[in-house]
């Protein structure tokens, strides 16, 4: 059981916006940690997606942005292209077991 | 360009001790902003921190396997070390070497090692 909760899977036609929400507690998201999330392409090592709640690194599209509130997060991605396909993982950190680092359990994205 | 390379046995046997070593190219491990960390991921599941080691050697474990890990660093080397002891099949995983930030994010990932625990 993960600390943080994603739904498992998602999907999308091309073009379409989808969403993946991101939901955690007092201890973590909701005690003002940063939320990064994390896109793995099939039989890939993660890449980070976005960092400190709502910033893109360099060369990630701003197709894919996110948002903080409270205790969740979420990750938005628009324009749904076929590249998209892969599994997304939020990630923080949290109080109650000494500031480690906590990721969600992953939600596979499909593009139909 | 930092890059990151995990290197180590693909092969424990149950009750023996895992040993990986991350050697980083590219960038200094001597930095004074970024930690060093382990993360796995067993076959089909998702993301686990391991644990996390800063330049001067002070570490921090994941709590569920604190008793077991112990993550060191070599800044001769530029290498940052995993040791897991008293393996088990549910340790079997692809273990990641990361630079790690608070602020932000693990940033940088080594391409993973598939370690198997098996007799």
């Known amino acids: 059981q993960s600390v943080l909760t994603q739904p498992p899977s998602v999907s999308g036609a091309p073009g379409q916006r989808v969403t993946i929400s991101c939901t955690g507690s007092s201890s973590n998201i909701g005690a003002a940690y940063d939320v990064h999330w994390y896109q793995q392409l099939p039989g890939t090592a993660p890449k980070l997606l976005i960092y400190g709640n709502t910033n893109r690194p360099s060369g990630v599209p701003d197709r894919f942005s996110a948002s903080k509130s409270g205790t969740s997060a979420s990750l938005a991605i628009t324009g749904l292209q076929a590249e998209d396909e892969a599994d997304y993982y939020c990630?923080?950190?949290?109080?109650?077991?000494?500031?480690?680092?906590?990721f969600g359990g992953g939600t596979k994205l499909t593009v139909l | 360009q930092l890059q990151l390379q995990e290197s180590g046995p693909g092969l424990v046997k149950p009750s023996e001790t895992l040993s990986l070593t991350c050697t980083v190219s590219?960038?200094?491990?001597?930095?004074?902003?970024?930690?060093w960390g382990w993360i796995r991921q067993p076959p089909g599941k998702g993301l686990e921190w391991v644990g996390s080691?800063?330049?001067?050697?002070?570490?921090y474990y994941n709590a569920s396997l604190k008793s077991r890990v112990t993550i060191s660093v070599d800044t001769s080397k530029n290498q940052f070390s995993l040791k897991l002891s008293s393996v088990t099949a549910a340790d079997t995983a692809i273990y990641y070497c990361?630079?790690?930030?608070?602020?932000?994010?693990?940033?940088?990932w080594g391409q993973g090692a598939l370690v198997t625990v098996s007799s």
């Open positions: 990361a630079r790690l930030g608070y602020l932000e994010g693990a940033t940088s």
């Open positions: 080691i800063y330049y001067n050697g002070n570490t």
């Open positions: 990630q923080s950190y949290d109080t109650s077991l000494s500031g480690s680092w906590v």
């Open positions: 590219g960038g200094s491990i001597s930095s004074t902003i970024y930690y």
